[in-house]
């Protein structure tokens, strides 16, 4: 039972990035959290944006936020149609790593001042920016700094879209949540929003009520459901909402549409009608201020049904029982009004969403298992729907009081209470919660659980200490070692009964030196080495305990061990009292296998006498029957799921009630079909390398069942060990097989496992043959003049095999790359260089025999003038003479060789001889690097050493610039090989066999990534000459 106290009066903050631990590994998802109260004096500070926390907007000089005539108007987009006060944080003086420079950015133009916040912020840098009329500011904070109030004047009205984010936080593609309060929260795998939308006080009914940023700029006094999801999302977390107790069908058909369009597809909503609608005290002491009246939802939830109509299910009575009272009528209500939003949430998702990723959940009180036993009884028995079809868990919070018993004053009395008693009472809470006489009744309710079908989950648990009294010693105690295992043995204890995911209250931070101190995590989230906070680390670290709970079916049962029973090793006779009310026994048994059994009961019953069995929710039997003397039964087949269930025995009409069960066993009838299960496929495997399929758990066999495979081995538990003989697997072991790979490239093998005729195949597919970085394809353009000064291009074919290749000459289309002077009519020659043979020669590409495969290749020259050879060259060195058809005429030409097929065997190397001149009449050559890898190379111009190649012009004094196509980069440039910006190239290019002749030529030696490159040849001073460019691979 909780209070929220009112909001401080007149307080603010600071804030910057803080770091907490690293998350640990989860070794389960069964722990969650309930999230703080969003507010502007909380030390959660969940968002990147103080807006989103702070009061609502102030006039001027105003610090609260509760009273209407100190609001700032609001116009319909939300925000203040005057000058306002930004009150952010309150009484954060106590806080840490708070200080740092927070980016403040809103539309129009304001005056900015912290003159108000007492101290601790200043503005700085304010600009503003005309062209997107945008406004940007640092407030600066120093540590220890208690508020943070901004007050804007001489806003003209008009200031809107107003920011301040954290230190360290871009303007642009700023992030929901704070870093250190997201990694806090996103360890927890469920998240209860409850506070968040202050479901305690929400009065909304139709969906126009809701919380929207028109309404409302801060997510403080109910968060915005948008806001919900997306910060369920930012965390990657399953969301637990609570629909408001008023909430009509309108309002939850949106919500439940808002949730599924919205919240990852991975995520599921775990939705709660109201909270704690049978606590009568409860209320938002915040929101009735607001609203100026008391809101109480189980009062609201309790008159709705008393308002029902007479014909109404509610006032139903049960067989032979008196019509309900009214608060009987409200905990139906509460029953029918979730089967009703459960059935909404089914329409807008669809019916497999249902108890899948929509997991409705009933609440009660665990200390009166009454009320939830009352909701699913009316729903089973007067609306005829079996509860697990609307319902996915049922729901409690099992709070740990200073005493064995549940004692809300336990904590205020004596008011000396000492730091070790308190400890003392806790661990004892602990130890009493299970007990269904005086405490939080585990075993009632893991019997409804078990018998409707049900998980039981606990919406909050805790410490609930929120007494006025021993303050300072409830603060101290948090902070004692001890309570860590205290936290510990309470999770555990709750998990070892078989339940289901328990939810923290509260996940966060907050003072522990205030009555309620004993709820939060951590009194700082800059300060994460907490007890409780250390608790929840080893919880989420450590395996699940052991469920203990209920009879193991394993071993015969004897009839006495219903629960309550004062004789449990004894017999059970059909003149129990139990069987008067509530007219049944009740086993809670254990079982480790799904599967059918045979149940047979032993013990005796005069001639005609017989009972009934059922088994979680269905009627397994009314005629059992016993011999006459003591002895066995006949066999009564029964399916019991894993974990929980429950069996009850109830007497049967005309059956008699003399008869009596002595013992009662259960034999697991085998089944050796398992489910079926599945190998991934892997690709991309190393020919001939051993390959491993992930594990595959084998579900739905209860016996010891026969495996074999073909095509490769498997290994049970995925050990080391494989073998390919046949043996057997039990139910819930992994398996995995293994076989090596194909030798060829892009070729499959497959494995077939079969266990009990169920058989399921893995394939590995190799990859594609090895792409190595090469040179792929190599370009010059240049002057083509005539005799001497035509242009060369030589290329080597390196490797043992022949290559085809295109060698391909631009003249005409060259003017479309805005060149003036191209060559009119090109005319190409290859030639073979150990021979001088002629390959082949081309003037009009078209022309060709083969000019359908050069089209095919996409090397199609551009221009029906321009010529191109295609041919299959075997290894070797090979020269294309570039010149003017007929010999007459000059101009620019651009000769390309490029590969067609087998990339594997290499283009070693392109040189290209030809006049340099200046302009746009420079020689440039291109080339491109393909392959998975980086390409080592050296690229060289000669001029003066041609002399000795008779060359009577050669470029006197050329350079070199190396140019990346992607982005226009200059990359590396040379004038003189022998004189590097990287010294240590001139031995690369010495050692790799492609230094130059001449001290005056240029060289480089570069290691590059695939893509496109350029080598401009120029001469220093403009000199022209026939220059030799060459692109040279390094092995």
């Known amino acids: 039972m909780r209070t929220l106290s009112s909001i401080f009066g007149a307080v603010a903050v600071v804030v910057t990035a803080m770091s907490l631990a690293p998350v ?91 003159a108000s916040a007492g101290g601790g912020s200043t503005i700085a840098n304010k600009v503003y920016t005309p062209g997107t009329n945008t406004t940007t500011a640092d407030l600066v904070v120093t540590a220890g700094a208690e508020n943070m109030l901004i007050d804007f004047t001489a806003t003209g009205g008009t200031v809107k879209n107003v920011r301040v984010l954290r230190p360290g936080y871009p303007l642009a593609g700023t992030p929901l949540l704070h870093a250190p309060w997201k990694s806090h929260t996103e360890r927890f795998a469920v998240l209860r929003f ?91 002491v915040d929101l009735d201020n607001f609203a ?131 400890l003392d009472g806790l661990a004892a809470g602990v ?18 659980g078990a018998w409707y079908g049900l998980k039981v989950v606990a919406y909050e648990a805790g410490f609930d200490n929120f007494g006025n009294q021993n303050i300072a010693n409830k603060r101290l105690a948090n902070l004692d070692p001890q309570i860590r295992t205290i936290c510990a043995n309470m999770i555990n204890q709750w998990h070892g009964f078989g339940f289901d995911v328990m939810l923290w209250f509260n996940g966060g931070a907050d003072s522990y030196n205030t009555q309620f101190g004993m709820w939060p995590l951590v009194e700082d989230l800059a300060v994460p080495a907490t007890p409780k906070n250390q608790c929840m680390d080893d919880i989420l670290a450590a395996a699940l305990p052991a469920v203990t709970t209920g009879t193991s079916v394993g071993a015969p049962i004897a009839g006495g061990n219903f629960r309550g029973s004062a004789s449990p090793a004894g017999t059970v006779t059909g003149t129990n009292g139990a069987f008067g009310f509530p007219g049944f026994v009740e086993f809670m048994l254990r079982a480790d296998t799904e599967g059918t059994y045979q149940l047979v009961f032993t013990g005796s019953a005069p001639p005609g006498e017989f009972f009934t069995v059922r088994l979680n929710n269905a009627t397994v039997t009314t005629n059992a029957t016993l011999p006459a003397a003591t002895g066995a039964g006949a066999p009564i087949s029964v399916t019991l799921r894993r974990g929980l269930n429950a069996l009850r025995i109830a007497r049967s009409t005309g059956g008699g009630a003399s008869w009596a069960i002595q ?49 490769g081995e498997y290994s049970i538990g995925c050990t080391a060990t494989f073998t390919a003989s046949t043996a057997t697997i039990t139910n819930g072991q992994t398996v995995c097989v293994r076989h090596t790979a194909s030798a060829n490239f892009n070729a499959g093998t497959t494995t077939t496992l079969t266990i009990g005729g169920i058989s399921a195949s893995f394939t590995s597919t190799t990859g594609p043959p090895p792409n190595p970085p090469r040179l792929a394809n190599i370009s010059t353009r240049g002057q083509v003049l005539t005799g001497n000064d035509v242009m060369i291009a030589g290329f080597i074919i390196g490797g043992p095999t022949a290559k085809t ?111 340099v001149l200046t302009g746009n009449d420079v ?54 090989w022998q004189t590097q910006t990287n010294p240590g190239d001139v031995a690369l290019i010495q050692n790799a066999g492609f230094a130059p002749a001449s001290t005056l030529e240029p060289a480089v030696f570069l290691t590059l990534p695939p893509g496109a490159y350029t080598a401009v040849v120029q001469g220093v001073g403009n000199v022209t000459g026939v220059g030799l460019v060459g692109v040279f691979r390094v092995p």
């Open 24 to 114: 640990p590994a989860l070794a389960h998802d069964k722990l969650g959290a309930n999230l703080n109260f969003i507010g502007d004096f909380r030390r959660n500070h969940e968002f990147v944006d103080v807006v989103k926390q702070s009061r609502r907007f102030l006039q001027i000089g105003q610090f609260d936020d509760s009273s209407p005539t100190n609001l700032a108007p609001i116009g319909a987009d939300g925000w203040p149609t005057t000058d306002f006060r930004l009150f952010a944080m309150a009484a954060q003086q106590n806080t840490l790593s708070l200080a740092g420079t927070y980016k403040i950015e809103f539309t129009g133009q304001a005056t900015l001042s912290t």
């Open 194 to 284: 409850l506070d968040w939308t202050r479901t305690n006080g929400n009065r909304d009914t139709t969906w126009l009520d809701r919380t929207t940023p028109e309404k409302r700029r801060t997510e403080a006094y109910i968060a915005q459901w948008e806001t919900v999801i997306a910060a369920a999302n930012a965390m990657n977390r399953d969301a637990w909402i609570n629909i408001p107790v008023q909430a009509n069908d309108e309002y939850v058909t949106n919500l439940a549409t808002l949730f599924r369009d919205g919240l990852n597809p991975n995520l599921n909503l775990y939705v709660e009608y109201g909270n704690e609608l049978w606590n009568f005290a409860i209320r938002d």
């Open 292 to 422: 100026g009246s008391v809101f109480n939802g189980a009062t609201v939830n309790r008159n709705l049904a008393i308002a029902s109509l007479g014909g109404s299910p509610l006032r139903q009575a049960y067989p032979s029982e008196g019509v309900p009272d009214d608060t009987t009528m409200g905990f139906r209500r509460v029953a029918m009004r979730l089967m009703e939003i459960s059935n909404i949430f089914k329409t807008v998702w669809g019916t497999p969403a249902l108890n899948t990723r929509v997991r409705p959940v009933l609440a009660g009180q665990m200390a009166n298992s009454f009320i939830v036993s009352e909701g699913l009884r009316f729903i089973d028995e007067i609306m005829n729907v079996r509860p697990n079809t609307v319902f996915y868990a049922l729901s409690g919070a099992p709070y740990i009081f200073a005493a064995a018993i549940p004692d809300g004053n336990a904590d205020e009395t004596p008011t000396n209470l000492t730091v070790q008693a308190i």
């Open 431 to 448: 130890a009493n919660a299970p007990s269904d006489a005086n405490a939080y009744q585990y075993l009632s309710h893991a019997g409804l």
């Open 663 to 711: 013992s009662f066993a259960f034999t697991l009838v085998g089944d050796a079909t398992p489910d079926a299960f599945t190998f991934a496929s892997q690709t991309g495997v190393t020919p001939s390398s051993v390959v491993v399929s992930a594990p595959a758990t084998i579900a739905g066999i209860t016996m010891a069942t026969s495996i074999s495979v073909a095509g």
């Open 805 to 915: 290749v295109i060698v391909t000459v631009a003249g005409p289309s060259l003017v479309n790359a805005g060149i003036p002077n191209a060559l009119a009519n090109p005319h190409l020659t290859l030639i073979r260089s150990s021979d001088g043979a002629v390959m082949g020669s081309s003037d009009n590409w078209q022309d060709n025999a083969n000019a359908a495969a050069i089209q095919a290749a996409g090397f199609a020259p551009a221009h029906v003038a321009e010529p191109a050879v295609m041919m299959t060259l075997a290894p070797g060195a090979y020269t294309a003479i570039v010149q003017a058809s007929g010999g007459v005429g000059t101009g620019v030409g651009l000769v390309g060789v490029f590969e067609v097929d087998h990339p594997e065997v290499p283009l070693i190397n392109i040189s290209t001889r030809g006049q």
């Open 923 to 976: 020689m440039i050559a291109g080339f491109i690097i393909q392959g998975t890898g980086t390409q080592s190379v050296v690229v060289t111009v000669a001029g003066p050493s041609l002399v000795n190649a008779g060359i009577p012009n050669p470029l006197s004094n050329p350079m070199i610039t190396i140019v990346r196509a992607s982005d226009g980069a200059v990359i590396a440039s040379n004038d003189n």
